[in-house]
């Protein structure tokens, strides 16, 4: 029984922008799910159902790269493009691609410390 009241109030809460939007939604006080977040069988279930949401979002994401390069590359290669958007889809291949490249340095630096650390 409790465990179908707190799918519901996290379906509520992850549908709407506001706990206070998602009481409503359910037509019950926002104090009521301000109480919902002291329980800790609760909150694991809420953080589980946002990470989920987040890892899908970021999978989506990481499918949309490639693409996303082609048509930029596409229109920094297109002579017949409009000048400014070639600035602009270079400027962004540029930026983009020196973020990634300061992660996977990151990260590269982070997996070296903790196998370091790990050897310890």
Known sequence: MMERRHEKVISAL???NTREEAAEK???NSRT??????DPEFLERYNEATKA???????QIQKSLAPAISTLK????DENTNVHARVSAARSLLEYG?????IND??????KLEEA???E
Request: proline share 0%; net charge negative.
């Open 33 to 38: 799910i301000r109480r919902y977040f002291t």
């Open 26 to 28: 359910l037509g019950i």
């Open 53 to 59: 949401i987040i890892v899908n979002s970021t999978q």
């Open 98 to 102: 020196i973020r990634l490249t300061e």
């Open 14 to 16: 992850l549908s709407t």
């Open 106 to 111: 990151i990260g590269d630096r982070l997996d």
């Open 117 to 119: 650390m790990g050897e």
């Open 74 to 77: 596409a229109i920094v290669e």
